[in-house]
T-cell receptor, first 115, second 113 residues
Framework: GAVVSQHPSWVICKSGTSVKIECRSL??????MFWYRQFPKQSLMLMAT?????????EQGVEKDKFLINHASLTLSTLTVTSAHPEDSSFYIC???????????FGPGTRLTVL | AQSVTQPDIHITVSEGASLELRCNYS??????LFWYVQSPGQGLQLLLK??????LVQGIKGFEAEFKRSQSSFNLRKPSVHWSDAAEYFC???????????FGTGTRLKVLA
């Protein structure tokens, strides 16, 4: 199968600090990865599309300066939440598109709590 | 506008009863179609998917879904629900060009013993 991992699985940080979340495709190369945000008891909302070697494409309403995305290799994309505040607390899920499979493969998610 | 609608926010069924979760979409062209299940605090698990061909799709855990182009629907069914099926279910459409997904709002399933 196609496995996608996320690290860390959960993180607690203080308001004003930055947090980095890693998303890795373990057994395939992914030129495109996606980042989603899910509030409690709500659906997944696409935040941005991450393309290897180029700038991420952000969805309308997502602050690109706050949610920094880097896709430096074909197996790794990172999401950095800068100057985190309590309202940034959420479940962040990444996915990786595998060429030829026509679908995204999802990571297990990262629970971010900002105090 | 492109959208995915899951009309039922909550559904409660008795164990052993049949289940149907509804999903309707509004999209320019026939997208890829998916059903996912999510347990509390967990990630998504793919139940089944439709790309083309046979409109009745079989998935894992005894689930199936039927694509009806005329109704822009992709309803999920299971003939006999188990207590372990209690979870949140999401329908999603995938763009055939960009592979971006739009998720429905989800249906929370409760199973009575």
């Amino acid at each position: 199968g196609a496995v996608v991992s996320q690290h860390p699985s959960w993180v607690i940080c203080k308001s004003g600090t930055s947090v980095k979340i890693e998303c890795r495709s373990l057994d395939f190369q992914a030129t495109t990865m996606f980042w989603y945000r899910q509030f409690p008891k709500q659906s997944l909302m696409l935040m941005a599309t991450s393309n290897e070697g180029s700038k991420a494409t952000y969805e309308q309403g997502v602050e690109k300066d706050k949610f920094l995305i880097n896709h430096a290799s074909l197996t790794l994309s990172t999401l950095t939440v800068t100057s985190a505040h309590p309202e940034d607390s959420s479940f962040y899920i990444c996915s990786a598109y595998r060429q030829g499979y026509n679908e995204q493969f999802f990571g297990p998610g990262t629970r971010l709590t900002v105090l | 506008a492109q959208s995915v609608t899951q009309p039922d926010i909550h559904i409660t069924v008795s164990e052993g009863a049949s289940l149907e979760l509804r999903c309707n979409y509004s999209y320019g062209a026939t997208p890829y179609l998916f059903w996912y299940v999510q347990s509390p605090g967990q990630g998504l698990q793919l139940l089944l998917k439709y790309f083309s061909g046979d409109t009745l799709v079989q998935g894992i855990k005894g689930f199936e879904a039927e694509f009806k182009r005329s109704q822009s629907s992709f309803n999920l069914r299971k003939p006999s629900v188990h207590w372990s099926d209690a979870a949140e279910y999401f329908c999603a459409v995938g763009d055939r060009g960009t592979y971006k997904y739009i998720f429905g709002t989800g249906t929370r399933l409760k199973v009575l013993a």
